[in-house]
């Protein structure tokens, strides 16, 4: 057998280009090798995602831990100290603490309440810091993480006595596609050519919200879709809803109240006027990019019955909704 050569190939000399090899066969190889390492890349990032979704779904429960903890009771106070001009009788009441806080609390101090959406999964702490933007992409304990976390607009005020709380608190979270964080507010969602969440609006008609202080029932007076940036809409002009945080001259009440009226796809027959206080829940829609969709509250009033009568709910039939046809031929 003198002479034989040997020509069975390697494993690899199906993917590494040699000398001798045809045009074809190097295209080939090239084709496979790309094909390969664009296949290992994705199978990382979806495990990746996957661990994300885990330790997200781990890092929620963790908390709900917490927040069913009873630690000790902490207690602030932001009135005047005592001086001879000031007595007793006139300072209001020192602030505690809920006890269902505190552990939170002791383990962020960005902690400022929770929010419970029944019917949801939407039962989580919400933060707040001096920006909009730390907890888009952070976790509980400050980590990278894709989900983020529920947050308060940074310039509201949710944490004092009701009096100096912000007339409308604005909470984000993401629409998250694990149905975490903001992800199942789309329960809520209604639009003129899909009703068909009414009956959940009608089975829950209302949300709580607790600060660090006080739990607080809120009754849903709006529920709506809406364009973002102004090149959406054929005048340039929108609601800016998320700017509506302290009621005065540049964005009065009277303001809020018609835009909402009118872009409602519910009239929930719950009455709001000026000098309540009013929660706005704001998630990322799929409508088009950028769309929110947006549920609004209003705090029932001392001595008001938290219930909520349905039967005078009724699909508002002329809601205002982005216009579709406009934005789609951009």
């Not at 000398?19 to 084709?31: I, L, M, T």
């Not at 990746?48 to 602030?76: C, G, M, S």
């Not at 109240?257 to 409602?264: D, G, P, S, Y």
Request: net charge negative; aromatic share 12%.
């Amino acid at each position: 057998m003198a002479g034989y050569k040997n020509n069975k190939k390697s494993f690899l000399d199906n993917f590494i280009p040699r000398e001798g090899d045809s045009r074809s066969d190097v295209a080939r190889k090239v084709v496979t090798d790309i094909s390969v390492i664009v296949l290992v890349v994705a199978v990382i990032v979806l495990a990746w995602y996957f661990v994300q979704q885990a330790k997200i779904k781990a890092d929620i429960e963790k908390q709900r831990e917490l927040h069913n903890t009873t630690p000790v009771v902490i207690t602030q106070s932001t009135a005047p100290p005592e001086t001879e001009e000031t007595t007793t009788e006139t300072e209001p009441p020192p602030l505690v603490v809920l006890d269902s806080m505190s552990a939170l609390l002791e383990q962020n101090s960005d902690t400022a309440g929770w929010l419970t959406v029944d019917g949801t999964n939407i039962d989580n702490v919400v933060l707040q810091t001096d920006n909009n933007d730390y907890y888009l992409d952070k976790d509980f304990y400050g980590n990278r993480n894709i989900a983020g976390q529920i947050y308060i607009d940074y310039r509201c005020i949710a944490n004092d006595y009701s009096k100096n709380q912000s007339d409308n608190l604005i909470i984000y979270g993401h629409n998250q596609a694990d149905l975490t964080m903001f992800g199942t507010l789309k329960k809520y969602k209604i639009k003129k050519d899909n009703t068909k969440n009414f009956d959940f609006y009608k089975e829950h008609p209302t949300f709580k919200f607790s600060n660090l202080y006080e739990e607080y029932t809120y009754k849903i007076i709006a529920i709506f879709v809406i364009e973002v940036e102004p090149y959406q809409t054929r005048d340039g002009v929108i609601f800016d809803y998320h700017n509506y945080i302290k009621f005065g001259k540049n964005r009065t009440f009277s303001d809020f109240k018609e835009n909402i009226l009118k872009r409602t796809a519910v009239n929930t027959g719950v009455d709001f006027e000026e000098g309540d206080k009013f929660i706005t829940l704001s998630t990322c829609s799929n409508e088009f990019e950028p769309s929110r969709l947006v549920v609004i509250g209003r705090r029932v009033r001392d001595g008001e019955s938290p219930e909520v009568d349905v039967s005078k709910a009724a699909i508002n039939e002329d809601m205002l909704e982005p216009d579709y046809s406009y934005i789609y031929s951009r």
